[in-house]
């Protein structure tokens, strides 16, 4: 099919719909009311943040009002990770216990751009109370139960960040779900906790790199990683399809110039992996942290074929030499953190493989699958009586 030229030569934005300025001004007006009668608000930062190009307003928003941030699965980054007021991912059940329990005081939720998905609500119940909540997503906002439709959420986010608001004080401390106690001696066998907890360190020495996660174990395992300053995380959380990650670490340096740190397992590597032997090529110098625990272990615990979900073993750090990188094998924490070190000198791609016990899997890919066979139990139970 013929494409007209100008539409092939395109180089500017689309226009986008506008909202319906009187509809814009009551939601607003509303919502000011709502801040102003809080005593304990929460704000939880949404992908559609992105979408809509709200992130700065968004942060504008809550730094006038001081309260606590968390921010979905899909929409991690969104707000700066090392901020003060950043509480970390807010996934219902599968949440720090701290965020959850700050969530359900709030006597009102400022939820901008969060979309009511399984992902984002941990295939729950929503643990906000709708009285309690604003709801801006889209071109609808919801305050309580008064909807306002035809209101963008750019436009809506832009005006509730201008003006006067009052702020809120109270100590607000970041949480995630990595056990720190008690302590495991760097030289035992690595695991994925410790892992995590070590590239958290790595991250916080050497604060200029983008993260990205593969999908998988990977994927759930990223939310616990707290990227610095101006690095950006990525993720596929929407789709999470395997085979994104060395794709995307490639093309995220491409984009930014900025050197990106991937979490990828064995199994997602082994589809698109051989992808980074490109990045000599390019100049490109990512540095892989690859899990190696012998197959998809994320569909173990629920697979009566597990044979099926096993991978050829691969020399992983003997392929990366080969396609012209470093490569490094880590099988304790003090390893890794030597690995680590190491391969932010040099300016080659670098590939460690971190060997973990083939039934090891991230803290929130242990609560998810657990409470997933709760779940099946109780319905196979009802469908019995």
Not at 128 to 133: D, P, S, T, Y
Not at 210 to 217: I, K, M, N, R
Not at 220 to 243: D, I, T
Request: glycine share 10%.
């Amino acid at each position: 099919i013929p494409v007209p030229p100008k539409i092939r030569n395109f180089r500017g934005r689309l226009a986008r719909a506008q909202s319906d300025t009187r509809k814009l001004d009551e939601a607003v007006r509303e919502c000011r009311e709502r801040i102003r009668s809080a005593r304990r608000p929460v704000l939880i930062g949404g992908v559609e943040l992105f979408r809509a190009g709200a992130e700065g307003d968004f942060l504008q928003l809550a730094e006038k009002l001081g309260a606590p941030v968390v921010t979905t699965l899909l929409a991690k980054g969104v707000f700066p990770m090392d901020h003060p007021q950043h509480m970390g991912i807010h996934m219902g059940p599968f949440s720090a216990k701290p965020i959850q329990d700050r969530v359900r005081s709030a006597d009102l939720v400022l939820a901008m751009g969060t979309q009511l998905t399984d992902m984002n609500l941990g295939a729950a119940r929503p643990q906000v109370q709708r009285e309690h909540a604003v709801w801006a997503t889209g071109g609808r906002v919801n305050v309580s139960f008064h909807t306002y439709t035809d209101v963008k959420l750019g436009d809506f986010v832009g005006a509730l960040a201008e003006g006067k608001h009052p702020t809120f004080r109270e100590a607000i401390a970041y949480h995630d779900n990595l056990k720190r106690k008690p302590a495991r001696k760097a030289s035992l066998p690595l695991r994925i906790n410790d892992m995590l907890l070590e590239l958290n360190d790595f991250l916080e020495e050497c604060p200029d790199y983008h993260v990205v996660a593969e999908s998988g174990d990977s994927l759930f395992g990223g939310l616990e990683l707290r990227v610095q300053g101006p690095g950006l995380y990525m993720a596929q959380g929407y789709y999470a399809s395997m085979g994104f990650g060395v794709p995307a670490a490639l093309g995220a340096q491409i984009g930014t110039g900025r050197r990106p740190l991937l979490l990828t397992g064995d199994g997602a590597f082994q589809m698109t992996g051989m992808e980074i032997s490109h990045a000599p090529r390019y100049g490109l110098s990512p540095i892989v942290v690859l899990v190696n625990n012998a197959g998809w272990q994320i569909f173990r615990p629920v697979s009566p074929r597990t044979d099926l979900l096993e991978v050829p073993p691969w020399p992983y750090a003997e392929l990366a030499q080969a396609w012209g990188g470093v490569g490094f094998r880590a099988e304790t924490r003090e390893e890794l953190r030597d690995a680590l070190r190491a391969a932010h000198e040099v300016r080659d791609f670098s590939l460690i493989e971190c060997t973990v016990p083939q039934d090891d899997l991230s803290p929130i890919t242990k609560r998810y699958i657990r409470e997933s066979a709760r779940k099946a139990k109780a319905g196979a139970r009802r469908k019995k009586s």
